[in-house]
T-cell receptor
Framework: GAVVSQHPSRVICKSGTSVKIECRSL??????MFWYRQFPKQSLMLMAT?????????EQGVEKDKFLINHASLTLSTLTVTSAHPEDSSFYIC???????????FGPGTRLTVT | GNSVTQMEGPVTLSEEAFLTINCTYT??????LFWYVQYPGEGLQLLLK?????DKGSNKGFEATYRKETTSFHLEKGSVQVSDSAVYFC???????????????FGQGTILTVHP
């Protein structure tokens, strides 16, 4: 149980285009989903927290107009990187938390490369 | 604010050696504590958790005990395997208010390499 999927696993896009990453909880309802960014050999950096049906809460320094987050249902959240630039290249990981417990379950991550 | 400090790596061991990765934390209240493992190119997997003092989390031969008096949650395994090679993250989640849980605060991660 508690499986989270992400799609795509890898994406290469040209500078200036937008990319959408999907995060799904496959066997539980995720009241809260989180989006992280991870640089090589570093820990995870929380970008934003989203609760189903409400606006995402962004961490300080994260541009909400650049990283659009939608959490329209209890099993799906999306992250759209708008007008991507090479510095947005990174490993993006989502996680989901269900009702009644503190643990987060993580997706396998999406490797974004902007050329 | 909350913080998690892990022992610095990388840690290199021979197969069947004993493993300890130290983790200490600073938090207000009574956080829940976790160990996550990340294999190369993958997301994080929940390895074990403990939600109150003196709880012992265990999974796949790994153990960690929630020690409130020393604010620690050290990860141990009696006999490591090559397949345990990965990055290990200690983390805590505090209560955001009432019964809702807050964000995860991660340690910096410890790289473990196990040689045959």
């Amino acid at each position: 149980g508690a499986v989270v999927s992400q799609h795509p696993s890898r994406v290469i896009c040209k500078s200036g285009t937008s990319v959408k990453i999907e995060c799904r909880s496959l066997d539980f309802q995720a009241t809260t989903m989180f989006w992280y960014r991870q640089f090589p050999k570093q820990s995870l950096m929380l970008m934003a927290t989203s609760n189903e049906g409400s606006k995402a809460t962004y961490e300080q320094g994260v541009e909400k107009d650049k990283f659009l987050i939608n959490h329209a249902s209890l099993t799906l959240s999306t992250l759209t990187v708008t007008s991507a630039h090479p510095e947005d290249s990174s490993f993006y990981i989502c996680s989901a938390r269900g009702i009644g417990g503190p643990e987060q379950y993580f997706g396998p991550g999406t490797r974004l490369t902007v050329t | 604010g909350n913080s998690v400090t892990q022992m610095e790596g990388p840690v290199t061991l021979s197969e069947e050696a004993f493993l300890t990765i130290n983790c200490t934390y600073t938090a207000t209240g009574y956080p829940s504590l976790f160990w996550y493992v990340q294999y190369p190119g993958e997301g994080l997997q929940l390895l074990l958790k403990a939600t109150k003092a003196d709880d012992k989390g265990s999974n796949k031969g790994f153990e960690a005990t929630y020690r409130k008096e020393t604010t620690s949650f050290h990860l141990e395994k009696g006999s490591v395997q090559v397949s345990d090679s990965a990055v290990y993250f200690c983390a805590l989640s505090d209560k955001a208010g009432g019964t809702s849980y807050g964000k995860l605060t991660f340690g910096q991660g410890t790289i473990l390499t196990v040689h045959p």
